[in-house]
């Protein structure tokens, strides 16, 4: 039970190295395209020095990825850098011929993409496609490119290589693969590496592992890296310095303490206030989205680009030229693109420390859902016809309600039955035991084209990807009139009424109603589906990681309607998440599952604060923040969640738990501790001594 697997997470340090490894001077980027030529990246100036880490952070469409693939001298048909020079170990990349630029890609710099699968040939095995580097980029035999290869997978963490370098790509799981990709760029040991969101698809414990392993291997083989996310925590955990795009435009850039100490322009300090905090909810401080969008290529402002948005913004002073870029402070090295950069007062950002005592409680108004007991069992064959098998118990017997009005979120790694649950409140699946109550029914065993018109408006999806609920081919008011006709069994002018309502309920113009689902943006297109979830006013609104693939500008937009919408109408939410910063914000109550069984339940501010379950604080210390004051202890998970045939006897997370306290855990079932405030832990450990376990974030 001791913590030794925690440590306090070490912050990368801040300041520079001494030789350049990456210039960027006056660069500008344009694609070709029909209508002519567009000028994605403007102008852009930037410095990486041998084993540093730059950020590069902003909204979508801001030009991060464009920058990237200009680096690799990489942007296609279309894409052509038209002006300045980009400097790799001194030498000018856009001079350069195809057969140079061959000899160092995937040799001296190399690139790691947000979906693994980009990078690894689905019908070679693992082993074969590492030895390629070696075997092209450093002139070795086959023997010495095979041992690189074990030693590469064993440096990035991988169990038993020489098993791993027999398999394909899709034999391994998302964090697998991307630990191979990680691997395979840096088997030539290159001076450079950039990473284009190579986190944003992975539970938070593969993450931070991911993080942890970045970083790790960037001090031993003194990489540099030129890292893209639009999630500010991960930059935070693993790089010296941070730039902001927008729009093409590096508008500040420096060390990263510096700006997020003191963020000097308007648009930084905009996207630092869209991130929940771990000591912020929904009471307590509303998220501040971005009003507007990033403006169009084709009609860029003529002074400052953020400016239409900017709510410091002084217009003849700046909207009339272009903005230059100054320098703030005393190190020389924090540069911004405004012109009232000395004159902003300094950027309040709220702590992310201790958890408000008040906690997130919300009033009794009675149960709308009640899940006793729920159990869903799968029964896996083995062999081509059935026989023998085994069962997997996807859901087994939890035990949770929410309240009307109230948020319960579901946190979870994959695997863990968080889908599973949906799809059997949704009457895709069928429960094997157990209850499931909605408003007062028990609709476990009802399949959705069994359940009555009442039961089937009662509850509603909002999933992770819009484009699941959303017809490419019908317009917007045809899929809103079309679910309102359906649920409500109106039509004509009166649902052609509740359409423009919708529309308004969820902040969209009236006339997107005659625009189809490519005319949108991603935000556009999720506040669509809530809109179409609310068409038959339902009692329960169950969302699937409903803001993950989201903009944190967009994001938090998003998660002020949900809670709007559940102001005004007293719906109750179903939010399942990965993202425990997102849940802090929005939930009254969590429940934390791991291999089907609830872990840990209770009020947000129960589970946020000691008594932890070990796998809840393990949860927690993964969570990226954008802080680098914050300081948080780290625990490593080791090895993955056990196969559903191999599940452990005793305690489902036995096998991973740093704090096991012994051959009980293996053998016999945890028993479940509760409080006087009804907070639930099913751990060997008593209660009192999880309770006087340190704070993970402080």
Known sequence: MSSSAAATLDRPQEGQAKKPILELRNVSISYFVRAGELKVVPNISLTLYEGEALGLVGESGCGKSTVAFAIMKYLGGAGRITGGEILFEGRDMTKMSDAELRSIRGGRMAMVYQDPMSSLNPVITIGKQLMEVPLIHSN??????????????????????????????????????????????????????????????????????????????????????????????????????????????????????????????????????????????????????????????????????????????????????????????TSGEHRVKCVRMDELPKHERPGTGATPANGNAAEKNGHVLTLDGLKKTYHQSIGMFGGTGYDVHAVD???????????????????????????????????????????????????????????????????????????????????????????????????????????????????????????????QKQRVAIARALAGEPELILADEPVSALDVSVQAAIINLLVDIQKKRGSTLLFISHDLSVVRYLADHVAVMYLGKVMEYGSVADVFAPPYHPYTEALMSAVPIADPDVKQRRIILEGNVPSPQNRPKGCPFATRCPRKVGSICDDTPPPEQVSESGHRIACHIPMAELASITQVVF
């Open 140 to 329: 070795v035999n086959e023997a010495e490119a095979y041992k690189r290869a074990v030693q590469m997978l064993k440096e990035v963490n991988l169990p038993d290589p020489e098993h791993i370098m027999t398999r394909y790509p899709h034999q391994l799981s998302g964090g697998q693969q991307q630990r191979v990709v990680i691997a395979m760029a840096l088997m030539a040991e290159p001076s450079l590496l950039v990473m284009d969101e190579p986190t944003t698809g992975l539970d938070v414990t593969v993450e931070a592992a991911v993080l942890d392993l970045v970083a790790q291997l960037r001090k031993k083989h003194n990489s540099a890296i030129v890292f893209i996310s639009h999630n500010l925590g991960t930059v935070v955990r693993i790089c010296d310095r941070i730039g902001v795009m927008y729009a093409g435009e590096l508008v500040e850039e420096g060390p990263i303490g510096e700006v997020f100490r003191d963020p000097r322009h308007p648009y930084t300090r905009g996207l630092l206030n869209c991130i929940p905090t771990l000591n912020a909810d929904k009471r307590t401080r509303p998220l501040s989205a971005i009003p507007g969008q990033v403006p169009p290529i084709l009609n860029r402002p003529k002074g400052c680009i953020f400016a239409p948005r900017c709510p410091a913004a002084i217009p003849e002073r700046c909207s009339v030229a272009p903005i230059p870029t100054g320098t703030y402070g």
């Open 397 to 523: 017997g939890i035990t949770v309600a929410a309240e009307r009005s109230e948020t319960l979120a579901i946190v979870g790694e994959s695997g863990c039955g968080k889908s599973t649950l949906a799809k059997v409140l949704t009457g895709i699946e069928l429960a094997s035991g157990g209850k499931v109550v909605l408003a007062g029914k028990d609709i476990g065993n009802t399949a959705v084209e069994n359940r009555d018109g009442d039961t089937k408006r009662s509850i509603q999806m909002v999933f992770q990807n819009p484009e699941s609920t959303l017809n490419p081919s019908h317009t917007i008011g045809y899929v809103m009139e079309r679910a309102i006709s359906k649920l409500k069994q109106i039509s004509g002018k009166a649902a052609r009424a509740q359409v423009n309502e919708l529309l308004t309920t969820v902040n969209l113009p009236l006339e997107f109603a005659n625009r189809k689902s490519r005319q949108l943006s991603g935000g």
